[in-house]
């Protein structure tokens, strides 16, 4: 009798440590297997003259997350300076804007040696040396574009997009413009404590 019930009971028992386990590693951030092998604190830009137009608004976005992200843990503090030249692929990370072609704005990664780190379509990649974000002409909002790419810079991915589906009805920066009805409600323009908490779990 004892010995049966014992083995019901360690079953149970190990599931519940196991699921325990994944749900307090799952506890903020919804892309993860997504961390960055590049710190955030330091990261060189670059205003391609064809989004010089923007150079204000880029200014302002990094601005912005710098000062919200100020109190997280030190290596995800956003830092950054202004470059006017850069040597692509060698670290410190680097952003570079770029004028979009195909209408929307996106960011794309490429890795130490140049090479593409992802199919282009801007889905978040730990491995990036430099980022490339390409912004639309005639943006109505820059900044508010700027900081949601960032936001994936930094490693964040659309809330209702993520494959937990738990974070689906969270405020965040990272609700595109173009977001289906069901989720523009809880777009932000700044990065929220949600948003921040998400960069702060990445750099651990
Ligand atoms: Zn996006």
Redesign the pocket.
């Given at each position: 009798m004892r010995k049966s019930k014992l083995r019901f009971i360690l079953p149970l028992f190990l599931a519940i440590v196991l699921l325990t386990a994944t749900l307090s590693s799952a506890s903020i951030g919804f892309y993860f297997d997504y961390k960055p092998t590049f710190s955030i604190t330091n990261i060189a830009y670059l205003v391609d003259s064809s989004v010089s137009g923007y150079a204000q608004s880029i200014e302002d976005a990094f601005s912005t997350w710098k000062e919200k992200t100020k109190n997280n843990d030190v290596n995800a503090r956003v830092g950054y300076y202004k470059v006017s030249s850069s040597p692509y692929y060698t670290p410190p990370a680097q952003v570079v804007f770029t004028l979009s072609t195909t209408g929307t704005?996106?960011?794309a990664y490429f890795t130490a040696t140049g090479a593409p780190a992802n199919s282009g379509t801007?889905e978040p990649y730990s491995n990036w040396a430099k980022c490339v974000i390409y912004l639309a002409p005639n943006l109505s909002d820059p900044k508010a574009t700027v900081i949601?790419?960032l936001?994936?810079v930094f490693s964040l991915?659309?809330p209702f997009e993520n494959p937990e589906g738990v974070y689906k009805m969270q405020t965040s920066c990272?609700i595109?413009s173009i977001a289906p009805s069901t989720y523009i409600k809880y777009r932000s323009t700044v990065p929220t404590a949600f948003d921040v908490a998400n960069v702060n779990s990445r750099f651990k």
């Open positions: 704005s996106y960011t801007g949601h790419e936001g994936h991915k659309h990272m595109p």
